[in-house]
Nanobody, 114 residues
Framework: QVQLVESGGGLVQPGGSLTLSCAAS????????TGWYRQAPGKQRELVAT???????NYAASVKGRFTISRDNAKKMVYLEMNDLKSEDTAVYYC????????WGQGTQVTVSS
Protein backbone atom coordinates (compact mmCIF):
# COMPACT_ATOMS: atom_id res chain seq x y z
CA GLN A 1 0.00 0.00 0.00
CA VAL A 2 1.42 3.34 -1.06
CA GLN A 3 1.46 6.07 1.57
CA LEU A 4 2.42 9.72 1.46
CA VAL A 5 3.19 11.55 4.71
CA GLU A 6 3.47 15.33 4.74
CA SER A 7 5.17 17.50 7.32
CA GLY A 8 6.31 21.08 7.79
CA GLY A 9 3.07 23.02 7.88
CA GLY A 10 2.31 25.67 10.46
CA LEU A 11 1.57 29.30 11.16
CA VAL A 12 3.71 31.95 9.50
CA GLN A 13 3.47 35.70 9.09
CA PRO A 14 2.96 37.29 5.67
CA GLY A 15 6.27 37.50 3.83
CA GLY A 16 7.61 34.51 5.73
CA SER A 17 8.79 31.12 4.52
CA LEU A 18 7.98 27.46 5.11
CA THR A 19 9.20 24.23 3.59
CA LEU A 20 6.88 21.25 3.27
CA SER A 21 8.18 17.71 3.01
CA CYS A 22 6.52 14.55 1.78
CA ALA A 23 7.81 11.03 2.31
CA ALA A 24 6.61 8.33 -0.08
CA SER A 25 6.49 4.62 0.61
CA UNK A 26 6.65 3.40 -2.98
CA UNK A 27 9.12 1.47 -5.04
CA UNK A 28 10.57 3.11 -8.13
CA UNK A 29 9.53 6.55 -6.86
CA UNK A 30 11.52 8.18 -9.63
CA UNK A 31 9.14 6.90 -12.30
CA UNK A 32 6.16 8.93 -11.17
CA UNK A 33 5.05 12.52 -11.39
CA THR A 34 4.63 13.93 -7.91
CA GLY A 35 3.62 17.28 -6.57
CA TRP A 36 1.58 19.48 -4.28
CA TYR A 37 -2.01 20.62 -4.30
CA ARG A 38 -3.88 22.81 -1.84
CA GLN A 39 -7.42 23.41 -0.70
CA ALA A 40 -8.56 26.55 1.02
CA PRO A 41 -11.82 26.69 3.00
CA GLY A 42 -14.80 26.80 0.69
CA LYS A 43 -12.67 26.30 -2.41
CA GLN A 44 -11.80 23.42 -4.69
CA ARG A 45 -8.48 21.64 -4.46
CA GLU A 46 -6.00 23.25 -6.84
CA LEU A 47 -2.61 22.43 -8.28
CA VAL A 48 0.36 24.19 -6.70
CA ALA A 49 3.33 22.49 -8.37
CA THR A 50 4.32 19.19 -9.92
CA UNK A 51 7.57 17.60 -10.97
CA UNK A 52 8.57 14.55 -12.97
CA UNK A 53 11.94 12.89 -12.63
CA UNK A 54 14.29 14.88 -14.80
CA UNK A 55 11.46 17.07 -16.00
CA UNK A 56 10.78 20.78 -15.85
CA UNK A 57 8.66 21.68 -12.80
CA ASN A 58 5.17 22.99 -13.39
CA TYR A 59 3.77 25.78 -11.19
CA ALA A 60 0.46 27.49 -10.73
CA ALA A 61 0.66 31.10 -11.86
CA SER A 62 -0.19 32.29 -8.36
CA VAL A 63 2.95 30.74 -6.84
CA LYS A 64 5.47 30.99 -9.67
CA GLY A 65 8.57 32.81 -8.52
CA ARG A 66 7.74 32.29 -4.85
CA PHE A 67 7.51 28.51 -4.48
CA THR A 68 10.05 25.87 -5.50
CA ILE A 69 9.33 22.17 -5.82
CA SER A 70 12.11 19.62 -5.64
CA ARG A 71 12.47 15.89 -5.22
CA ASP A 72 15.07 13.44 -3.94
CA ASN A 73 14.49 10.15 -5.73
CA ALA A 74 16.97 8.26 -3.58
CA LYS A 75 15.15 9.29 -0.39
CA LYS A 76 11.70 9.09 -2.01
CA MET A 77 10.95 12.65 -0.88
CA VAL A 78 9.35 15.67 -2.47
CA TYR A 79 9.64 19.19 -1.06
CA LEU A 80 7.88 22.50 -1.47
CA GLU A 81 9.85 25.58 -0.46
CA MET A 82 7.48 28.49 -0.01
CA ASN A 83 8.74 32.04 0.20
CA ASP A 84 7.06 35.44 0.43
CA LEU A 85 3.92 33.79 1.74
CA LYS A 86 0.64 35.64 1.44
CA SER A 87 -2.64 35.28 3.28
CA GLU A 88 -4.16 33.74 0.17
CA ASP A 89 -1.69 30.87 0.46
CA THR A 90 -3.54 29.70 3.58
CA ALA A 91 -4.82 26.20 2.87
CA VAL A 92 -4.37 22.53 3.56
CA TYR A 93 -1.52 21.32 1.37
CA TYR A 94 -1.61 17.81 -0.02
CA CYS A 95 1.19 15.73 -1.45
CA UNK A 96 0.28 13.73 -4.56
CA UNK A 97 1.85 11.00 -6.66
CA UNK A 98 0.56 9.83 -10.02
CA UNK A 99 0.49 6.14 -9.14
CA UNK A 100 -2.46 3.93 -10.08
CA UNK A 101 -4.73 6.88 -10.72
CA UNK A 102 -3.38 9.03 -7.94
CA UNK A 103 -2.47 8.73 -4.27
CA TRP A 104 -2.87 11.58 -1.78
CA GLY A 105 -1.33 12.36 1.56
CA GLN A 106 -3.39 13.32 4.59
CA GLY A 107 -2.62 17.03 4.21
CA THR A 108 -0.80 19.61 6.30
CA GLN A 109 -2.22 22.98 7.31
CA VAL A 110 -0.45 26.16 6.27
CA THR A 111 -1.77 29.36 7.81
CA VAL A 112 -0.42 32.76 6.79
CA SER A 113 -1.51 35.42 9.22
CA SER A 114 -0.17 38.28 11.27
Amino acid sequence: QVQLVESGGGLVQPGGSLTLSCAASINIFRMYVTGWYRQAPGKQRELVATTAAGGIPNYAASVKGRFTISRDNAKKMVYLEMNDLKSEDTAVYYCYINYLGGVWGQGTQVTVSS
